[in-house]
């Protein structure tokens, strides 16, 4: 995945679980961030829960290869934007990231541009 997303003209930052991740300043900073459902000590839901509860604004991608109808709506509650299913990933990956970044920019100005405009007097 993450010579996928490389070759692709991403800057990749990896981690070893969740935990990693909520204890790096990294997060704050990313553009987006591609979880996957399982993971060693914390499942991906509640990393995008508590990256939700830390004001960690990036898009969240979350992979999985346990498909469930209701993993997408939870995933949607906990603040995922997109769940992919692993068998299709190198299809899905890149488009699904690139998307994302470009939506959450867009997020991100419209954000500046309404704290900055005031009504007139």
């Not at 990749?12 to 993971?39: E, H, I, N, W």
């Not at 991608?61 to 995922?80: E, F, H, L, Q, W």
């Given at each position: 995945?993450?010579?996928?997303?490389?070759?692709?003209?991403?800057?990749?930052?990896?981690?070893?679980?969740?935990s990693?991740?909520?204890?790096?300043?990294?997060?704050?900073?990313?553009?987006?961030?591609?979880v996957?459902?399982?993971?060693?000590?914390?499942?991906g839901?509640?990393?995008a829960?508590?990256?939700r509860?830390l004001d960690?604004n990036?898009p969240?991608?979350?992979?999985?290869?346990?498909?469930?109808?209701?993993?997408?709506?939870k995933?949607?509650?906990?603040?995922?934007?997109?769940?992919?299913l692993?068998?299709?990933?190198?299809?899905?990956?890149v488009?699904?990231?690139?998307?994302?970044?470009?939506?959450?920019?867009?997020?991100?100005?419209?954000?500046?541009?309404?704290?900055?405009?005031?009504?007139?007097?």
């Amino acid at each position: 995945m993450r010579f996928l997303l490389e070759t692709e003209g991403f800057e990749v930052c990896t981690f070893r679980s969740g935990s990693a991740l909520l204890g790096s300043p990294v997060r704050q900073g990313a553009d987006c961030l591609v979880v996957d459902y399982k993971m060693a000590g914390i499942d991906g839901l509640e990393l995008a829960a508590r990256l939700r509860d830390l004001d960690v604004n990036a898009p969240i991608v979350m992979i999985t290869g346990y498909p469930d109808a209701n993993i997408t709506a939870k995933a949607r509650s906990a603040g995922v934007r997109q769940v992919l299913l692993k068998p299709n990933l190198e299809d899905n990956l890149v488009e699904c990231v690139r998307n994302a970044i470009n939506s959450g920019a867009l997020g991100h100005e419209n954000r500046a541009i309404s704290t900055s405009v005031k009504p007139r007097k």
